[in-house]
């Protein structure tokens, strides 16, 4: 019993097992995307009932489940013919599954093409067959557009295919043409060279016979020039195997111009006749002929500039059919050639006409110094090269052949461009790929040995017959992606009428019409230019008159955009077509014109600084100059030590002022990059003594020691800027002393090698035993306006500049600056400027003694307007034993020049009335003032820029200080302006 009861249990649990496995697999069935149809195999083989489907089948079919379980599915699957499905034994001949494709027929009449995968199996005894059904109506769809797109292709491929056969033999064509064009270049290259290398004309017209023979057979050769003074047609050189002599032709204008040898010259052209065709000129009494008549006779007439100066002949009296049209091509060439050449020898004028040959010649052309070994310096270039290179030759001109052609520095072919200087011949390359940077293309060299060393270098540019090379070989795909599927707008016209003939993807978008509606218009359509303006731009780029346009452009929605129209002519089956790119340049316009206002504002800004400053400067140095000067007035007066010392004080801190004017300009300066280098002979002791001299009086005050110390290993005399390096060390020795309260400031100078032959690494250290900075502060030491102490209670004054304008200047002039400091040990800073080695001078002048120059008492007028100036003036030049006379403006030193004469002058600048340039300007070129012409003119003004001086000598000022100043100066610039 027992039993029983678990046998049923087993049962049940079995029978829901597989009710739930029946549900899952129901569910897995009808998620399947495919259409799943399950049916049985009749005895007979054909097709059962359907068994079982799933939802899909139902979906796509638009049957019900029920309907489908009463059908077969031969009911609604049928071949791409119409016919129905094939049998089973067919279907299943070879494996129990295959893969087939059907049709298959909704129950709305749609067809639906199908892929099915079909597998036999048995169920329960019974065979059955599975069949997963997959749409592929997408798939039949793309097969279709393919299988269309391939006739269409195979369609243009032939229409293109023909039209490239065509293009392919046109450019055969052009490339024998440019073969020959080359032929001819090299002919005229060597026509060039023997011009550049003969010493007289007979000696050039052998040389061109040569080259004739060569490439003609011209063995009967004649060139006869036209002396206009004597009316005639001389024999310059002639070789005839039947005539030994050649007799000048007088009176050619009174003949008539009928002998043979004139018939070139009267028509203008080149002459090319068989011996029967002479004959019959003869006979009709148009020619005459002396000596022998030939098969064939050519002639060529020589001209310059269009005017006739003699003609060519060439004869040959075997072969009526010497010469081809290649030759008659050859030789016409070449007339302009041999006509510059024989003009240049007969005139003379060597450089004049190689020059006009130079220029003329289409391919690059240069001419190099050569230096042994291996030096070639650029001498001259034709336009040809520049264009080839982009090189300007004006910035090019002394460079090495490698600075411009940098590509060859690793190549062989570089010795063998040089190989003309070993061997006298001519070198000439196949072709040359070259490639730098900048530069890239093919070349045909030929370089040929010049007088005096000079090498000729000839590049022929054949990128652009590689190119057409090329062409032959380029498909029709690649003019799609060039122009149909360019992102650039692209047209092209019509010249005749300016209908566009084409258009691209780009211009529909951008235009905003169709490609068949910009079909229908002309250019002036979307022109906002009238067509006949329209008309004249496009003649001008068919001529290649202009190549770019700027313009505007309608669009579809009537909006009118700025665009840049790059155009250029083309052939097509003999017709004119222009190709045109647009550029939308609407915004870079906008732009344009708000960076050209911002650009004059900041203009504006900073010539309103610099005006400013400059005022600023004039303002300070005029009442500084005062102050310096009643200074300098009281130190030679009768005073008491304290006095005397107060005032020693006052001219100091008006030096420092002054000191810190100069820092300040300097420092503009160098920030606008106006700060000028003068590369110049000094003498390095002189330098070391007027740095020691400057800051003796300080140092004693402070009981320093000053030291110098230079080493052997440097030289006395140098090329530099001293004027800059002379600032350098007055900053730096100026700051030591100001840093150091005991010890001593050491000033050393020594020298390395430089790299550069002829150059020294000059080497300057001043070191100190002051303060010291401490190291948070070395980082930031150099720059504007920085102190080691910025405290209000700091204890050393100044603005900061100091070593921010020495590292500038050091940098300016090529050099390089460091810095060594302990706290309370000193700092020691060393900087290194570039110096050319100098050889002193023959014959040393004797060392400048420290006695004052005693200077004749002198006539002086001085003009300056500034009351104070003018007094402090007038007293300094009475002590000093001249007599003066004072005027306030250049009018009145015009009336006092009126009045008497002068032994000097000393003139502000800066004047109401007439200023200073004005009167000195007049003085120099009036004939009013010729008795003070001559009179020496000194500038005391408070202008202290390089340019005001220059612009103060330049109009005719002897000598220029600048205010405030030194009377120690005053009189040495007096003495030496008198002397």
């Known amino acids: 019993m027992t039993d029983d009861i678990n046998t049923n249990y087993r049962i049940h649990k079995l029978e829901a097992s ?23 195999v009749l005895p007979n083989g054909t097709r059962g009932l359907i068994r079982d489907v799933n939802e899909a089948a139902c979906k796509r079919l638009g049957y019900t489940r029920d309907e489908f379980l009463k059908m077969t599915v031969e009911e609604f699957s049928f071949t791409e013919t119409g016919q129905p499905s094939p049998s089973l034994f067919e279907t299943f001949a070879q494996e129990q599954k295959t893969l087939f494709e059907l049709i298959h027929i909704a129950k709305d009449k749609r067809k639906i093409p199908v892929e099915i995968s079909a597998r036999r199996f048995d169920y329960e005894g019974t065979p059955m067959i599975l069949s997963i059904v997959r749409d592929i109506s997408a798939r039949k769809e793309v097969e279709q557009s393919q299988k269309t797109y391939l006739k269409q292709l195979e369609s243009e491929v032939a229409e293109r295919t023909g039209e490239l056969e065509r293009i392919n033999e046109q450019l055969k064509n052009q490339v024998k043409e440019l073969e020959h064009s080359r032929h001819i270049q090299t002919v005229l290259y060597e ?7 003969s010493d007289n004309l007979n000696e050039l017209l052998q040389s061109i016979h040569k080259i004739m023979i060569k490439e003609l057979h011209a063995d009967n050769f004649f060139v006869a020039l036209i002396d206009n003074d004597q009316d005639s047609l001389k024999f310059e050189y002639c070789v005839d195997k039947t005539t030994p002599h050649c007799s000048t032709i007088e009176n050619i204008s009174r003949l008539g111009g009928k002998r043979l040898s004139l018939l070139p010259i009267r028509r203008s052209e080149t002459v090319h006749m068989s011996k029967t065709q002479i004959m019959r000129l003869i006979d009709r009494g148009i020619i005459e002929v002396c000596g022998v008549i030939p098969e064939v006779w050519l002639g060529v007439p020589l001209r310059i500039r269009g005017i006739p100066i003699g003609v060519l002949v060439i004869q040959d009296y ?14 016409a060439a070449c007339s302009d050639q041999i006509a510059l050449a024989i003009e240049r020898k007969n005139h003379d004028d060597l450089s004049k006409s190689a020059r006009d040959i130079f220029q003329n010649i289409p391919s690059g052309l240069f001419i190099y110094q050569y230096t042994k070994p291996d030096s070639l310096k650029l001498l001259d270039a034709n336009p040809a090269a520049e264009k080839i290179t982009g090189i300007t030759l004006k910035n090019w001109i002394g460079h090495e052949f490698l600075d411009i052609w940098p ?8 010795k063998q461009f040089l190989s003309p200087l070993k061997t006298g011949k001519d070198f000439t390359s196949n072709e040359v790929l070259y490639k730098d940077k900048k530069l890239s293309g093919a070349y045909r060299v030929r370089t040929f040995l010049l007088q005096n060393d000079k090498l000729g270098i000839a590049f022929e540019d054949t990128t652009e017959q590689k190119r057409a090379e090329l062409s032959i070989r380029e498909s029709e795909e690649h003019y799609r992606a060039f122009f149909e599927d360019n992102h650039s707008v692209m047209y092209i016209l019509d010249t005749a009428d300016g209908k566009i003939l084409d258009t691209n993807k780009a211009a529909e978008a951008y235009y905003g019409y169709s490609r068949e509606e910009l079909l229908t218009m ?11 303006q329209v008309k004249k731009i496009i003649k001008k780029v068919t001529e290649k008159t202009i190549s ?21 002519p083309f052939e097509v089956r003999g017709r004119t077509r222009l190709i045109s790119i647009i550029h939308d340049i609407t915004e870079r316009l906008k732009n344009e014109a708000e960076l050209s206002e911002a650009k004059e504002a900041a203009e504006s800004a900073n010539r309103a600084k610099d005006e400013f400053l400059a005022n600023i400067s004039h303002e300070i140095r005029t009442p500084l100059n005062g102050v310096m000067g009643m200074l300098q007035l009281l130190q030679i007066a009768q005073l008491n030590k304290e006095e005397q010392s107060c005032v020693d004080t006052a001219l100091q801190s008006s030096r420092n002022l002054l000191r810190v004017l100069n820092d300040v300009l300097d420092f503009t300066k160098i920030e606008a990059g106006k700060m000028d280098i003068y590369e110049e002979p000094f003498e390095l002791t002189e330098l070391i003594k007027q740095c020691l001299d400057l800051f003796k009086i300080q140092a004693e005050e402070k009981e320093l020691q000053l030291i110098s110390n230079i080493d052997s290993s440097t030289q006395n005399y140098y090329v530099g800027d001293e004027g800059r390096i002379r600032q350098i060390l007055f900053n730096l020795v100026g700051n030591a002393i100001k840093f150091t309260e005991y010890g001593s400031i050491t000033i050393s100078v020594f020298s390395l090698p430089h790299p550069t032959p002829g150059k020294h690494r000059l080497f300057f250290s001043i070191e100190d035993t002051g303060v010291g900075i401490p190291d948070d502060k070395i980082e930031h030491i150099f720059d504007s306006f920085t102190q080691v102490d910025g405290s209000l209670s700091r204890k050393y004054q100044g603005a900061g500049l100091g070593l921010s304008i020495v590292k500038r200047l050091v940098n300016l002039i090529g050099g390089n600056i460091s810095l060594q400091s302990e706290v309370g040990m000193g700092t020691t800073i060393l900087f290194c400027v570039h110096v050319e080695m100098h050889e002193p001078p023959v014959s040393l002048q004797a060392e400048v003694t420290k006695e004052i120059i005693r200077n004749k008492p002198l006539h002086i007028l001085l003009v300056e307007d500034e009351k104070v100036n003018r007094l402090m003036a007038l007293r300094f030049l009475e002590k000093m034993g001249h007599s003066v006379v004072c005027a306030e403006n250049g009018e009145m030193c015009l009336e006092e020049l009126r009045k008497q004469t002068f032994d000097a002058i000393l003139m502000d600048i800066q004047m109401p009335v007439m200023n200073g340039l004005e009167a000195t300007h007049l003085i120099r070129t009036s004939k009013e003032f010729n008795m003070n012409r001559s009179v020496p003119i000194i500038a005391l003004t408070a202008h202290a820029t390089n340019n005001d001086r220059n612009i103060a000598i330049q ?16 009189k040495k610039t007096l003495y030496e302006v008198t002397s």
């Open 18 to 40: 597989l009710a739930q496995s029946e549900n899952h697999f129901r569910l897995l069935f009808d998620s399947v995307e495919d259409a799943i149809f399950m049916f049985e």
């Open 191 to 197: 026509i060039i060279s023997h011009a550049q290398s």
């Open 318 to 331: 075997d072969t009526p059919s010497s010469y081809s049209s290649e030759d008659l091509q050859l030789f």
């Open 407 to 414: 590509g060859f520095d690793a190549q062989e072919i570089f």
């Open 522 to 532: 002309k250019i002036s359509d979307i022109n906002s230019l009238s067509e006949k």
């Open 548 to 568: 770019n346009i700027i313009g505007r452009h309608r669009l579809a929605n009537g909006e009118y955009r700025n665009v840049e129209i790059f155009s250029g």
């Open 955 to 970: 109009t005719g000022m002897n000598e220029y200080i600048s205010k405030p100043f030194e009377w120690e100066l005053l």
